[in-house]
C-alpha cells in the first residue's frame, strides 16, 4: 500500500463550487505540505504543517484553507473553486528528525479541473 | 531568498546517450540538495541527495556532485534507457528550516526514444 495517498485522484468541478482534497500518510511525519503544480512553473507551495497544532501558509495560499485532522490527515479545500485553480495538486510529508537531510515523500496527486 | 535554477527542457535523447540536466542555486544558508523525479502519472520521489561540498549523490546510474564553488549540482547519466523518461526537479533545503520546506525548481522534462 501507498505511503501518501490522495483522494480523489480526479475531479472535475464548477466555478464557485466548494471542494475538498484529502491526504493521507502512514509514515507517522510530523511535517506534512499540499503543492500546486502548473506547466512551467514547478511546485508551488500553498500551505504546510509541522504538527496537528500547527499551520503556516506558503506562498500561494490565497483562495485556499486547510486542515490537520490528525498526524496522519491533512485536507486541502477550495472555498469558491475559479478556473485559474486548475492543476496538479500534490500533498507530501516529511520527517524532521532527518534535519536539513530532510526528504520528502509525495503523494500521486490530484488532478483538479475547474470549468 | 533561497532559489533553484534549471535548464530548460524539454530534453530528448536518443536511448544509450549520455544526460545531462543543469541546476544551479542560490541559498542563504548552508544547503543540501536533492534530485527528484517524476514518472508518467506519479508523484515526486527522491531519486539521489548531497548534503556537503564535494558530496556525490548517486542512484539508479544517475549522478550529482555538490559544487559549492559554481553554486551547482547537474544531473548525469551514463546511457539513459526508454525508462528514464520523466521529469527531474532540482531542490534544496537549508538550515533556515523555520519555513520548514524545500525549494524546487521548475522541473526538466526528459524523454528517451528507442
Known amino acids: 500500500d501507498a505511503d501518501v495517498t490522495q483522494t480523489p485522484r480526479n475531479r472535475i468541478t464548477k466555478t464557485g463550487k466548494r471542494i475538498m482534497l484529502e491526504c493521507s500518510q502512514t509514515?507517522?511525519?510530523?511535517?506534512m505540505y499540499w503543492y500546486r503544480q502548473d506547466p512551467g512553473l514547478g511546485l508551488r507551495l500553498i500551505y504546510y504543517s509541522f504538527d496537528v497544532k500547527d499551520i503556516n501558509k506558503g506562498e500561494i495560499s490565497d483562495g485556499y484553507s486547510v486542515s490537520r485532522q490528525a498526524q496522519a490527515k491533512f485536507s486541502l479545500s477550495l472555498e469558491s473553486a475559479i478556473p485559474n485553480q486548475t492543476a496538479l495538486y500534490f500533498c507530501?510529508?516529511?520527517?524532521?528528525?532527518?534535519?536539513?537531510?530532510?526528504?520528502?515523500?509525495f503523494g500521486p496527486g490530484t488532478r483538479l479541473l475547474v470549468l | 531568498g533561497d532559489s533553484v535554477t534549471q535548464m530548460e527542457g524539454p530534453v530528448t535523447l536518443s536511448e544509450e546517450a549520455f544526460l545531462t540536466i543543469n541546476c544551479t542555486y542560490t541559498?542563504?544558508?548552508?544547503?543540501?540538495l536533492f534530485w527528484y523525479v517524476q514518472y508518467p502519472g506519479e508523484g515526486l520521489q527522491l531519486l539521489l541527495k548531497?548534503?556537503?561540498?564535494?558530496d556525490k549523490g548517486s542512484n539508479k546510474g544517475f549522478e550529482a556532485t555538490y559544487r559549492k564553488e559554481t553554486t551547482s549540482f547537474h544531473l548525469e547519466k551514463g546511457s539513459v534507457q526508454v525508462s528514464d523518461s520523466a521529469v527531474y526537479f532540482c531542490a534544496l533545503r537549508t538550515s533556515n528550516t523555520n519555513a520548514g520546506k524545500s525549494t524546487f525548481g521548475d522541473g526538466t522534462t526528459l524523454t528517451v526514444k528507442p
Open positions: 541559498a542563504t544558508g548552508y544547503p543540501s
Open positions: 509514515k507517522g511525519h510530523d511535517r
Open positions: 507530501a510529508t516529511s520527517d524532521p528528525i532527518a534535519g536539513i537531510q530532510e526528504t520528502q515523500y
Open positions: 548531497a548534503t556537503k561540498a564535494d
